[in-house]
């Protein structure tokens, strides 16, 4: 069964701090890897797309990594700010029909 | 910028009402979704179209129907609104081409929906 699964759940932080998202998935056969951002009440926003040939892939502050061997992919937050308080979600796009597998996310708060 | 947008950010309707929630986009793709997104279950597929009047069904379609009569308007009906389809309803677009690897998806801003 094609599935996606995020840890932790739900984490906090405090300002300045970095902070590390898992995501491990079973999506089989696999096109690429998503991270996204969802601000409280706002649709998601895309952050990094990795394929499977990408081992890591920087925005800003924010740097993902794909291991496409061991399907675990992490979101690493360096530096964190008040605004990265959100959930974030790692979505995985399979090859049949470019189907996409949501994980239910990790609720990050950053604290001042 | 791709721009998605949904006819209302807040809905409130009652139990049995018939509710049209609408999608435009203005960039021309040709995939557009229905995602509902509730607490600690992440996003679901409701339906999804890759073309004009052409509709497949997602994950949980049941309760739900779509119409998709132009390129840039995808809309989800509840045809009888029941209490748990209280939720947040996304509408997202899919770029395409010759290489899918990196179709991008966009989304609204999302309806939420409550049913009294």
């Known amino acids: 069964k094609n599935q996606v699964e995020q840890s932790p759940q739900s984490l906090i932080i405090l300002e300045g701090k970095n902070c590390t998202l898992q995501?491990?998935?079973?999506?089989?056969?696999?096109?690429?890897l998503r991270w996204y951002k969802q601000d409280t009440g706002r649709g998601p926003v895309s952050l990094t797309i990795?394929?499977?040939?990408?081992n890591t892939k920087s925005n800003g502050r924010y740097t993902a990594t794909l291991d496409a061997d061991t399907k675990q992919s992490s979101l690493h937050i360096t530096a964190s700010q008040l605004s990265d308080s959100a959930s974030y979600i790692c979505?995985?796009?399979?090859?049949?029909?470019?189907?996409?597998?949501f994980g239910r996310g990790t609720q990050l708060t950053v604290w001042p | 910028d791709v721009k998605v947008t949904q006819s209302s950010r807040y809905l409130v309707k009652r139990t049995g009402e018939k509710v049209f929630l609408e999608c435009v986009q203005d960039?021309?793709?040709?995939?557009m979704f229905w995602y509902r997104q509730d607490p600690g279950l992440g996003l679901r597929l409701i339906y999804f179209?890759?073309?004009?009047?052409?509709?497949e069904k997602g994950d949980i379609p049941e309760g739900y129907s779509v119409s998709r009569e132009k390129k840039e308007r995808f809309s989800l009906i509840l045809e009888s609104a029941s209490t748990n389809q209280t939720s947040m309803y996304l509408c997202?677009?899919?770029?395409?081409?010759?290489?899918?690897?990196?179709?991008?998806?966009?989304f609204g801003p999302g309806t939420r929906l409550t049913v009294l």
């Open positions: 995501c491990n998935y079973t999506v089989s056969p696999f096109s690429n």
């Open positions: 990795m394929t499977f040939s990408e």
């Open positions: 979505v995985v796009v399979g090859s049949t029909l470019g189907r996409l597998y």
């Open positions: 179209s890759y073309d004009v009047k052409m509709k």
């Open positions: 997202a677009t899919l770029t395409s081409g010759s290489s899918s690897s990196y179709n991008e998806q966009f």
């Open positions: 960039m021309d793709h040709e995939n």
